[in-house]
């Protein structure tokens, strides 16, 4: 099958081949066609010219005639051309030869010379020929009249489109599941009515939606060689466009289903027919189906292919149904029936069958055409007769029995003689010679070619054969070296010299083409191709200084083509008018910002025709610098200073005298020096630490953030580092300072009961040189932060205390206290007082009487200091005592006091006296009781009030006990009462009581009687509580008493009553200014038949919970008349809530009450009668009893606060706050945290009673940044209720951790040619402080002293700052830090610089020559190469190659460039005599070097001597005399000098020393001594040749010398040596001459001696006719082989056989051109860098001629392929073979070129040609920057997604090939941070890099994927905008990925309110409910 495809593939190649050469046919064809119709007709008009003009003189009349450009001619003016048709006479009539009515198609133009024109549009693909007989008729009588018959051929032209025969395909396939090698598919035929190349189709496949999948252009089969797995399903678009001009195209849709493979049938399959047999015709259009293939009655799939028979694919069958139409039009010439070979499958199994296919040919209705329009060739003078000159050839469409072709006419009479056409095979060749000199330069022939069918048709053709000058010389310049000089400031267009080649031929042989082959890689010259004059073709560039030297090359256009090379140099010199040329494009500098003033720093040099100054235009700000105008030196004239200015951009301007000048930029650097000392920010830095805090706790600020101590440094890098130190030892005691960052740890336990604050000061230094210090250092005051660390303490452990009775409520026992360091404290009673009888201020310690009745005669208590965290305990006593010494007393019992109530002033109430004293005793009074409210004068014995508001209506009296003491021993004290009444004020107004007020009266009531009694009361006293009654205003029928609240009737009712009146009564108290309330007493007038209620007004009490249709109230009325009564509830509004029995009047409960929306219901039941309906009204008020049914609800459901780490436990957190709408104890809330499972209480606690949340140790963000805090509420009901509410503690983060690396190291690579700004690589730090990431400052601490790199200090992107580039070290080892401003890390990072690859290697020496001994051992050592390149690192390694195949066989050479041999080597066989080795030097990265070495076999004796025969007989006469020569022997030794030295001699145990002797260098044998007596005897004796060794090798010959009497004649031949010569290529049987001997009378026969050496004729290439002695060729003959032949040939006398002479015959082989030149290599494999430079040497390709002479001169081209554009990338030197780039070749755009070099020798007759394929690997450079696959990538990822989660992936590309220069590494360099816009839109903040570190980049295989590092909140972003840089060390790209945040639920709904209620006044039907639960609104 491999053997079947390959043979396939080689046909389907010679196919379009094939096509290729009929596309330039054709072209040809038609531009030749076009060029002989002009000739033509030129030819024509001449000679109807001439004709004419002869007739006119021979007086003849005219002959009409049809001229051969097809136009109709009538040569007389006077003859009417006439139609002859059904029309009537026309001119010129015409008798149409076809079915239709031509006439009408073609018209004929009246006029002596008419015109055949078409009369309507002509349609080929109806009808492509039209037969007119055209009759021209004079007016004699009788008229005269000749007939013409005109073929009219219709032209196609491309009027119809490609058509597919359906307009979809649909096929299914079963599926592929292994990659196969491209195989087909499906195949789609298109046909095309048209003609020719617009007829001819070639598909294409437009659109595809998968890649893999190709199609054949000519033949339409769809191939791939993908895996389609079943389900797959693929569309593609297939277009089919014809060849024509323009071109149409049709398309259709191919839709390929791939299925699974159908499982394997028990049901055989078999074809419906054994074989099946179609006929079709020639003519039958593509597409026609000829017949369907079936497949007995089987279910299922069957897939059909034609597998044989059918090599050009004419047929196709259809894949599924197995119907066969015609593919491609069918000729019976070609084939004239098929047998193909159709197979059918089901997926599993196979079977075929035979198809035979006969096709029927068509009837000769066509002419037949010649392939061209026009033959043309070209032949030298002197051909010779016998001579091919052409081919015409011709094809009929028709299938016949062939075509003759015959000469019809010559233009010159002479011209048919001379030329002699095959009437078979159309092969013209010459017959007589062409001279020039004696005949015309042009012989133009009319080829006739007919058909052999009927009717016979024919076809002309005209052959122009044009007579040249063979092209014997070859051109060559006048002069081979030509020079100019130009100035730079030629204009394009400008001659600038004119070269000159002449050529001694002529005609096109002699014509000159000239171009430039070298040295114009720019294009700056352009040459004349016809006059050789060298013209500037753009503006010169003076700037690179060397001469431009081109190579222009000179070549006639005769066959073959002889050319000659000469060199032009062109100088470029600077015009007067040339603007200066600067020495560099741009200039750097670094230089110091100490460098003194007046010091040079740089000399920029421009060079002009004149004097340049220069002059310094731009960028000098404020004139630092001067620049000598004459010399170009820049000089400083100021200080400078690096802090100010870093850099200046100079612009620098040069002119010339001419006033031309130019401009130039220096970029001066200025490098910072230490010249600023370091700063403190501020005088005085306070920080504080809590005494709790433990060892190497950080100070921290009032913020609770790290506390640092900052300086700031205006130097740069190295020299604004900062050193901070305490130097004061008292300090270091207690605080160690980060010498770098400036923050401060303590190193001891702080304490702050001990010292609460700490003084010190702290100094800064850089790390310049000299090192700098901070003019003055900085104070720093440490306050320690007092914490609960000291328990309260109190005075005593033991207090006592004695009271003397009697004991008061409130009297003051004693004072306790306890001390505590840090915190308040709290005082508490904790055993000895179960019953209450006393009580402790929790603040003041103060012991007070709570009920004296409990107090007891002593009693002990343990009482508690407690200050939240630590307590402390005491014991009191108190013991009561009796008073003894009743001496001493107060002047009263009991004192008595007034004062006000709502007074606020300060009073003295009473002053206390005393009996029982003395005047010197000093008196003490006491208050006993009533401190808060009272005060006693302690000495004086004043009783004051404190100024505390007083309300009588609260307390009226206060009982005060008052003390007094003397000073006495045993102290006498006494005791007293004083009893403070609170006197009333006007201050409350009065209260009606037994609300609310109703009155029902009957209509019939007397005037005076009493209604109703209101009552009030008022809390005041006497006239202040005097209340008097009123009417709001007057009532006709009511009044009021003003004392009792009487109202009475005034006067009885009449008609103008009203059934109801609501009075307002007004009591009002006597107080001044007095005081009111107004209320309203209801009052209904009842008609005497009306119902009776048992009350006008009922209240009940009712839960809120009860149950609903409970009775509550039985509302009972009677009517007057017995009549029966119903009831009803008149508002509308309780009907919600209540209903009443419209019979009993019970009251029931309908719907939910609710106590906390309203406590209290008041309504109207009516009771009517049923017979007069007349009612009665009675008000219910129905009161809501509260029940536990509204749980504790908090305000949000989710409150959200914040705490910042680090601070202490017990810091509060929040104050939270539950309601409850219910009553009493069912809304009294305590509060708890709900243990959910979660830790949280470990961290938080809640005060039960307040609500306050605070912490339960210290928070940490980095351990958890969020807390979630349940809290439950609970009232006090039964059961109780609970409602719960979320705390979502965010800690808030503080700066107390250090950045950390991603990485503990970073490494990468960067070209030295990586330009200034380029990406490096990037580090990133994290910090866990969250807001410290983006804060991160980066920057380089070391390493980086050449300032080569540059780092970005918020994104961390390390940069190239090479800007004077410098030159790079191999590596560098930076350590770079990350600072947050409290910490720093830092991380070391490696950077590897890739060299470029800028040298290429080279040889010391092109040629190198070494010799070697034949047979030396393998492996001898032959020379040592060495190739230089100035490279380093990889692309410095040099790898050496043999690059020529014979010397690759026979030698190898190591990485070294040792050259050893790899076989014994034989100096005597030619090839290896002197061996060529060419050697290609390539370094790492593509770039190489070329050298030969020539090896020299040195001789060794490895080879005897060799005899030519092996045997030797020669017959002699006796009386022959002395010293006779007998024969002469020959040995040859293949060895060279001494070696090959051979020495003669006779064997010595031959005993013929005395008769023979040989000269022992000549090797002629001599007769020593007669041979009288010794006749008829044979003498035997062996003589030896040895050589000249050592070692000696010699061979032996047997020499046979039979002595013949005298009288016995010889035979002799005619020449004593013959020599002939023979062309190596005479056929075999071929005579090369006759040796001729005679012998007396008889005969003679001829013998060879038999050699031993191909030139002895060993292997029988020579004949010899033992009769006649002729000499023939009987076995080829090779000149290259063998040379020269010297054979022996034996003459024997035909009677005596014995009698025999030798004579020699040198045969010496002429040479012809019988040998192809042989390339050394094939093919050959050269490297080439891209990019290099134009006439960059690629490699050298020699071939070798083993012909002589011409014949084995060898030149070298590149051969010709149309479709190839090598000849514009190489140039190959005809004569050395090198071949050369003409452009810079790119490897992306092709990686190898395979190109053939043609050499060919130089023969006379015949030039032979070989070609070689040469193999160019253009190899990588990095000339590519990498780029991504998309413009911009989006991605996503879900919040709250563990980190690590495939964000996007990205995908880089880099034209590059290699990989190593296609590896990339990414990086985040940028991010948009958005923020919210005012409509809701986003904008977007630029940062670099991922300053928060939420996302990375990976590799992963050839993706980058960008994954989360972070858990993201789409609440808190949204989304992120990432900027992601891809560097392959040289060059960088970047791309924005987009990346969204979706959304998960999260978050639980925000309502504004918490609690919402709502009623509705009537219940939902079920109908509303429905639509409630569907989402309809309410019903309308």
Excluded at 216 to 245: H, R
Excluded at 1102 to 1116: D, R, S
């Amino acid at each position: 099958m491999a053997g079947a495809g390959g043979g396939e593939r080689e046909r389907e190649r010679e196919r379009e081949r094939e096509r290729e050469r009929e596309i330039q046919r054709h072209k040809g064809r038609r531009e030749r066609g076009r060029a002989g119709r002009e000739e033509r007709r030129r030819m024509v008009k001449e000679r109807h010219r001439e004709k004419q003009q002869r007739e006119r003189k021979e007086g003849q009349g005219g002959k009409e005639g049809i001229e051969p450009d097809g136009r109709l001619t009538c040569q007389d003016p006077l003859v009417p051309v006439l139609f002859r048709g059904t029309r009537g006479p026309r001119p010129f009539p015409m008798r149409p030869r076809s079915l239709w009515p031509s006439w009408d198609s073609i018209h004929i133009l009246p006029s002596h010379r008419s015109l055949l024109s078409t009369a309507r549009q002509l349609d080929r693909e109806n009808k492509d020929e039209h037969i007119l007989e055209v009759t021209v008729l004079d007016n004699g009588e009788p008229p005269l009249k000749s007939t013409s018959r005109v073929v009219v051929g219709i032209l196609d032209v491309n009027d119809n489109p490609p058509a597919f025969s359906h307009k979809l395909f649909n096929v299914r396939l079963p599926e592929r599941l292994s990659p196969v090698s491209p195989g087909p598919v499906y195949r789609l035929v298109a046909s095309d009515l048209d003609e020719g190349l617009n007829g001819r189709v070639t598909y294409s496949i437009e659109e595809s939606d998968e890649e893999g999948f190709s199609i054949d252009p000519v033949t339409g089969v769809v191939s791939s060689s993908s895996i389609f797995t079943a389900g797959e399903y693929n569309i593609l678009t297939i277009k089919a466009t014809d060849n024509g001009q323009p071109p149409l195209s049709a398309s259709v849709r191919l839709h390929i289903e791939w299925i699974p493979r159908p499982r394997p049938s028990s049901i055989p399959l078999a074809f419906d027919e054994t074989h099946y047999s179609f006929t079709v015709m020639e003519t039958d259009p593509v597409n026609h189906m000829v017949g369907v293939i079936s497949v007995e009655g089987r279910p299922g799939l069957f897939w059909f292919n034609i597998s044989g028979g059918d090599k050009d694919m004419d047929f196709d069958i259809e894949k599924t149904t197995g119907s066969i139409i015609i593919a491609r039009p069918l000729d019976t010439r070609r084939t004239s029936n098929y047998n193909l070979t159709v197979e059918v499958t089901d997926g599993s199994r196979t079977i075929a069958t035979q198809v035979h296919i006969f096709m029927i040919a068509n009837i000769n209705h066509h002419r037949p055409q010649f392939l061209e329009t026009h033959y043309e060739v070209r032949v030298p003078q002197d051909t010779l007769p016998g001579v091919e000159l052409l081919r015409v050839q011709a094809i009929d469409q028709d299938k016949g029995k062939g075509l003759i072709y015959t000469i019809h006419g010559s233009q010159d009479p002479g011209s048919a003689s001379l030329f002699q056409l095959d009437p078979s095979s159309g092969v013209l060749v010459t017959v007589g010679k062409l001279d020039l000199g004696s005949g015309p330069s042009q012989h133009t022939l009319t080829v006739m070619v007919r058909d052999q069918e009927i009717p016979i048709k024919r076809n002309f053709v005209w052959v122009t054969i044009h007579v040249e000058n063979g092209n014997l010389h070859p051109p060559y310049f006048t002069q081979l070296h030509y020079e100019a000089s130009v100035p730079d400031t030629t204009a394009p267009g400008t001659e600038l010299l004119q070269v000159r080649a002449m050529d001694a031929d002529r005609g096109a042989n002699a014509e000159v083409r000239y171009t430039l082959l070298k040295g114009n890689g720019e294009g700056f010259f352009n040459i004349n191709p016809l006059l050789g004059i060298i013209t500037l073709a753009r503006k010169l560039d003076w700037a690179n200084h060397a001469p431009y030297t081109l190579t222009v090359k000179a070549e006639d256009q005769g066959s073959p083509q002889w050319h000659d090379l000469a060199t032009v140099i062109i100088h470029v010199y600077p015009s007067d008018r040339s603007a200066p040329i600067f020495s560099k494009t741009e200039y750097f500098v670094e230089i110091p910002e100490s460098i003194p003033v007046g010091s040079p720093i740089l000399l920029v040099s421009a060079m002009s025709s004149s004097e340049v100054t220069y002059e310094l235009r731009e960028g000098n700000k404020d004139g630092v610098f001067s620049m000598n105008s004459y010399s170009g030196l820049i000089s400083t004239q100021k200080n400078l200073d690096h802090e100010k200015i870093s850099s200046y951009q100079l612009k620098i301007r040069g002119s010339n005298m001419a006033g031309a000048f130019t401009d130039v930029i220096v970029v001066v650097d200025i490098i910072d020096e230490n010249d600023n000392a370091p700063m403190f920010l501020k005088s005085t830095f306070v920080g504080q630490i809590s005494e709790a805090a433990p060892l190497y706790s950080m100070i921290m600020d009032k913020n609770n953030n790290p506390f640092v101590i900052h300086a700031s440094d205006s130097d740069k890098e190295a020299n604004s580092l900062l050193v901070y130190k305490i130097l004061e030892p008292e300090a270091l005691k207690f605080f160690k300072i980060d010498p770098s960052m400036g923050t401060l740890t303590i190193v001891s336990e702080m304490d702050y009961e001990s010292r609460p604050s700490f003084k010190f000061c702290v100094y800064v230094h850089d790390q310049g040189n000299p090192i700098l210090f901070a003019p003055r250092p900085a104070q720093v005051i440490i306050n320690v932060r007092d914490v609960n660390d000291s328990p309260p303490r109190f005075s005593e452990q033991i207090y006592e205390v004695a009271i003397v009775g009697p004991i008061h409520p409130g009297m003051e026992l004693l004072m306790v206290r306890a001390s505590d360091d840090d915190s308040e404290v709290n005082y508490s009673i904790k055993t000895g007082n179960a019953d209450e009888a006393v009580t402790i201020h929790p603040i003041t310690g103060r012991i007070s009487v709570l009920n004296p009745d409990f107090m007891g005669l002593s009693r002990k208590l343990t009482i508690r200091a407690s200050d939240g965290l630590y307590q402390d305990t005491a014991l009191v006593k108190i013991y009561l005592n009796q008073v003894l010494d009743t001496s001493l007393q107060f002047d009263q019992d009991v004192y008595r006091a007034t004062v006000k109530e709502n007074l606020q002033d300060r009073k003295t109430l009473v002053i206390l006296g005393t009996q029982g004293n003395y005047l010197n005793d000093t008196l003490s009074y006491f208050l006993l009781n009533g401190t808060d409210m009272f005060h006693m004068v302690q000495s004086a014995g004043v009783l004051q009030t404190r100024g505390v508001v007083f309300d009588r209506e609260q307390q009226d009296t206060h009982e005060l006990a008052v003390e007094v003491r003397d000073n006495r021993t045993p102290q006498r004290v006494a005791q007293a009462l004083v009893r403070v009444s609170i006197e009333d004020v006007n201050d409350n107004p009065p209260k009606f009581k037994h609300l609310p007020y109703y009155t029902i009266i009957q209509d019939g009531t007397e005037p005076g009687d009493v209604l109703f009694q209101v009552s009030a009361t008022d809390e005041d006293l006497g006239t202040n509580g005097a209340i008097t009654y009123t009417f709001a205003e007057d009532y006709t029928y009511f009044r009021i008493d003003p004392y009792l609240g009487d109202i009475s009737l005034r006067k009885p009712f009449d008609y103008q009553a009203l059934n109801k009146y609501r009075l307002k009564v007004i009591a009002r108290d006597g107080g001044t200014p007095s005081l009111q309330s107004e209320e309203e007493v209801l009052v209904t007038v009842r008609n005497k038949s009306n119902p009776l209620f048992q009350s006008p007004y009922y209240k009940v009490r009712v839960p809120e919970n009860i149950t609903l249709y409970t009775p509550i109230l039985h509302t009972q009325a009677r009517s007057p008349e017995g009549l029966r009564l119903i009831y009803n509830i008149v508002e509308e509004e309780p009907l919600m809530l209540f209903t009443t029995d419209f019979k009993t009047g019970v009251l029931t409960v309908t719907g939910p009450l609710d106590y906390e929306s309203k406590t209290k219901h008041v309504f109207t039941v009516r009771a009517t009668d049923t017979a007069l309906g007349s009612f009665s009204e009675a008000t219910v008020e129905v009161l809501v009893e509260d029940v536990n049914d509204n749980p504790p609800t908090f305000s949000q459901l989710v409150y959200t606060t914040s705490i910042s780490e680090g601070l202490p436990a017990q810091t509060p957190v929040i104050q939270l706050l539950a309601s409850d709408q219910d009553s009493g104890r069912n809304r009294d809330v305590s509060y708890q945290i709900v243990e959910d499972g979660s830790d949280v209480s470990k961290f938080f606690q809640i005060n039960g009673s307040t609500g306050e949340m605070s912490t339960v140790q210290e928070l940490d963000y980095e351990a958890q940044q969020r807390f979630h805090v349940k809290v439950r509420a609970m009232d006090k009901g039964d059961p109780p209720l609970t409602g719960e509410t979320l705390v979502v503690v965010n800690v808030s983060d503080i700066n107390d951790n250090p950045p950390e690396f991603r990485q503990p190291q970073y490494e990468a690579n960067v070209s030295e040619l990586a330009t200034c700004g380029h990406l490096v690589l990037k580090v990133q730090a994290i910090d866990p402080d969250s807001r410290d990431t983006s804060r991160l400052e980066y920057l380089i601490l070391s390493g980086n002293q050449d300032r080569h790199f540059s780092i970005n200090s918020s994104s961390g992107i390390i940069s190239m700052f090479n800007l004077c580039k410098k030159h790079l070290d191999s590596s560098y080892n930076l350590r770079v830090g990350a600072s947050d401003g409290v910490f720093r890390a830092t991380v070391p990072v490696y950077i590897n610089t890739t060299n470029a690859n800028k040298y290429s290697p080279e040889f010391q020496q092109h040629l190198y020559e070494a010799e070697l001994a034949e047979n030396a051992m393998v492996g001898t050592k032959v020379i040592d190469l060495l190739a230089i390149d100035k490279d380093s690192g990889p692309y410095g390694t040099i790898d050496y190659t043999i690059i020529n195949k014979l010397a690759s066989e026979k030698f190898s050479i190591n990485p070294n460039g040792q050259i050893a041999t790899l076989q014994k080597l034989d100096r005597e066989n030619s090839t290896e005599r002197v061996i060529a080795i060419k050697v290609m030097a390539q370094d790492g990265g593509g770039r190489v070097a070329f050298c030969t070495v020539k090896i020299i076999l040195t001789d060794e004796n490895d080879n005897p001597p060799q005899f030519k025969a092996s045997a030797y007989t020669v017959s002699i006469q006796s009386n022959v005399s002395k010293d006779s020569p007998v024969i002469q022997v020959l040995a040859y030794d293949a060895d060279e000098g001494q070696n090959a030295d051979v020495t003669y001699s006779v064997n010595p145990e031959d005993l013929v020393n005395d008769v023979i002797e040989i000269n022992p260098v000549t090797g002629v044998v001599k007769v020593k001594d007669s041979l009288v007596g010794l006749e008829n005897r044979t003498i035997d004796f062996i003589i030896k040749a040895q050589d000249g060794g050592p070692p000696h090798w010699n061979s032996q010959v047997p020499v046979r010398l039979q002595v013949v009497p005298k009288k016995v004649s010889l035979p002799k031949f005619s020449e004593p040596l013959y020599t002939f010569p023979a062309s190596e290529d005479l056929p075999e049987g071929s005579e090369i001459g006759v040796v001729k001997a005679v012998a007396a009378h008889d005969p003679v026969i001829y013998s060879l001696v038999r050699g031993t050496t191909p030139e002895s004729n060993k292997d029988g290439v020579f004949s010899l006719d033992p009769d006649t002695g002729v000499i023939k060729v009987r076995k080829t003959m090779d000149h290259e082989s063998t040379k020269l032949y010297q054979i022996d040939v034996m003459a024997h006398c035909l009677q005596n056989t014995d009698v025999v002479s030798l004579v020699s015959v040198n045969i010496q082989v002429i040479d012809v051109n019988d040998n192809r030149p042989v390339f050394e290599a094939d093919p050959y494999k050269a490297v080439l860098t891209e990019n290099m430079p134009v006439g960059t040497s690629v490699i050298q390709v020699t071939a070798i001629d083993k012909d002589t002479g011409r014949d084995g001169q060898v030149s070298y081209r590149l051969s010709a392929d149309p479709s190839s554009n090598v000849h514009e990338l190489f140039a190959i030197d005809s004569d050395s073979g090198w071949i050369t780039t003409l452009q810079e070749l790119d490897c992306e755009t092709c990686q190898t070129y395979n190109f053939h070099v043609v050499a060919y020798d130089h023969g006379r007759t015949i030039q032979l040609s070989s070609q070689a394929l040469v193999q160019v690997s253009i190899t990588d450079e990095n000339d590519n920057a990498p780029r991504f696959a998309s413009e911009e990538y989006r991605g996503s990822v879900i919040e709250n997604s563990e980190p690590g989660e495939l964000v996007a992936t990205l995908k880089t590309l880099d034209a590059d090939i290699s990989e190593q220069n296609r590896q990339v590494t990414c990086y985040i360099t940028g991010a948009m941070s958005p923020y919210s816009h005012e409509h809701g839109s986003f904008c977007y903040h630029s940062c670099p890099g991922d300053p928060l570190g939420q996302f990375g980049i990976s590799q992963v295989e050839d993706e980058w994927r960008i994954s989360s590092r972070k858990t993201l909140d789409r609440e808190h972003m949204a989304k992120y905008l990432l900027r992601v840089t891809a560097s392959d060390g040289k060059f960088q790209a970047s791309v924005t990925v987009e990346i969204f945040v979706l959304d998960v639920n999260d978050n639980s709904p925000q309502c504004s309110q918490v609690r919402a209620r709502h009623h509705y006044n009537q219940p939902l039907s079920s109908a509303r409910w429905e639509r409630l639960g569907s989402g309809s609104p309410w019903p309308s």
